[in-house]
């Protein structure tokens, strides 16, 4: 088997590919040629390096199919054989090349016990902290290999995302914790204006650039970290919006509210104060779960004699299924979740309303505040990012990171009746009156009560 593989980088690339420094980033805008740098880097040091065993990331498996597999499918076709059940590319020098995606947080414990001399984050903004400090563990020497090798990790980003906070503290700001050596990390900024390929065969690319908005604009053509959006909540404060548990008053209005789904279950429990401050005090927040097991476990965490006023949930949970031919709603009350109501899922309309709970008001107060031990909210709530197509919505990716905080939007919006201002409600006055004649435990309806 052999092959010809032409390489032409620009400069830019050329500094990656000579980089051997632990952890190397490359990019900080679009069009800088990353995807090509990273695929390439990787295939010269399958070549180059006997028994190398390399590990290649994206966050989704579609965005890993187009980027990385089928054009090293083409490139590689005579050099490499693929073996599509393993996701890897196989060397006859015994190199490999493995592609894998981490659509969820727990996705990168697929790779625990595993070992790589190298490691490739294709976006590397699109991972958070989490999973970047845990591909660490598996960043070492294999035992493969005949020659000496550092092992070490390289990575591609723009700003934004998810993981924006922690590659900007590494690569950019260069703030280090403890056990952190500033030497192990290096940045090599690339800009569209340096691939000098699209600005030959695409120079209306720069012109798309050029009509973003202003703040976008410096981040993606200029590549500019400290204008970039950032988080779709800044607002939130720890220090502000959470507090330690306390006990509460048995006479305070309390709900839950429900985001469900197979890969997360996420409940959050709610108590409105006298003045209408609502306080998160517990939740649940587990994978795996069907219908049935999950409305058992809410009534398990739920102790006997708390009276919960009701249960907002997603509307979808409403539709049939065609597995049982039940409505998710039916199946959740026979397990015991009562007063079940849909909730307002109109998105734009539900951020606002929460950003309107995180406000702090004049009296130096937020309308929400959230037990500290409800570390998946505290965790994810923080963690949203702005939507790249639609202004005022947050990203709905990574999944895993979005239950919690639409349990929270279902929740602030059931305390605000619809077209009205945002105020704080107190906890005597109610949004749902199960005690009408018109409802009853299988149909209730909203019914605004003031």
């Given at each position: 088997m052999s092959k010809e593989i032409l390489v032409c980088p620009n400069e830019k690339q050329k500094q990656f590919f000579e980089s051997t420094a632990r952890y190397t980033a490359y990019g900080g805008a679009r069009g800088g040629g990353k995807s090509w740098a990273m695929r390439m880097k990787l295939v010269l040091l399958a070549l180059g390096h006997e028994g190398i065993q390399i590990l290649l990331l994206r966050r989704?498996?579609?965005?890993?199919?187009?980027?990385?597999?089928?054009?090293?499918?083409?490139?590689?076709n005579g050099a490499a054989e693929y073996h599509s059940t393993e996701k890897e590319f196989r060397f006859p020098n015994g190199s490999r090349i493995r592609l894998g995606y981490c659509d969820t947080e727990s996705d990168v414990l697929q790779f625990q016990g595993q070992a790589y001399e190298v490691t490739g984050l294709e976006e590397a903004t699109h991972f958070t902290e989490r999973q970047f400090s845990a591909l660490t563990e598996s960043n070492r020497w294999s035992g493969n290999m005949k020659e000496p090798f550092r092992p070490r990790m390289y990575f591609t980003c723009n700003p934004g995302g998810v993981g924006h906070d922690w590659v900007k503290r590494l690569f950019v700001d260069r703030r280090y914790r403890e056990n952190e050596n500033p030497d192990d990390y290096r940045m090599i900024r690339s800009l569209v204006f340096d691939n000098k390929f699209l600005m030959e065969n695409n120079p209306d690319y720069v012109k798309t650039l050029m009509a973003l908005p202003e703040t976008r604009r410096k981040a993606m053509l200029y590549g500019d970290w400290n204008s970039f959006e950032g988080a779709f909540f800044p607002e939130f404060d720890y220090d502000?919006?959470?507090c330690e548990g306390f006990d509460l008053p048995k006479e305070w209005l309390k709900f839950r509210a429900l985001d469900y789904g197979l890969d997360m279950t996420a409940?959050?429990?709610?108590?409105?104060s006298p003045d209408g401050t609502l306080y998160v005090y517990r939740e649940l927040y587990e994978p795996g779960r069907i219908l049935s097991d999950a409305g058992r476990r809410i009534c398990e965490l739920t102790p006997a004699?708390?009276?919960?006023?009701?249960?907002?949930?997603?509307?979808?949970?409403?539709?049939?299924?065609?597995?049982?031919?039940?409505?998710?709603?039916?199946i959740l009350t026979a397990g015991g979740v009562k007063r079940m109501v849909k909730a307002d899922n109109a998105r734009i309309p539900g951020?606002?309303?929460?950003?309107?709970?995180?406000?702090?008001?004049?009296?130096?107060?937020?309308?929400?505040?959230?037990?500290?031990?409800?570390?998946?909210?505290?965790?994810?709530?923080?963690?949203?990012?702005?939507?790249?197509?639609?202004?005022?919505d947050a990203a709905d990716t990574p999944h895993e990171l979005t239950h919690a905080p639409e349990a929270l939007r279902y929740a602030v919006m059931s305390r605000t009746p619809s077209g009205k201002q945002v105020r704080r409600l107190p906890f005597t006055a109610s949004l749902y009156r199960f005690d009408d004649p018109r409802n009853d435990e299988e149909t209730y309806e909203q019914i605004i009560d003031y």
């Open positions: 989704t498996l579609g965005e890993l199919r187009e980027n990385h597999l089928f054009p090293l499918l083409s490139l590689l502000k919006h959470t409940c959050l429990w709610i108590a409105v004699g708390e009276a919960i006023r009701y249960t907002v949930a997603s509307p979808d949970l409403w539709n049939r299924r065609q597995d049982s031919g039940k409505s998710g709603f039916e951020w606002r309303c929460l950003r309107e709970y995180l406000r702090i008001d004049e009296n130096g107060a937020p309308r929400l505040v959230i037990f500290r031990s409800c570390r998946n909210l505290i965790r994810t709530l923080p963690m949203l990012r702005f939507d790249e197509h639609v202004i005022e």
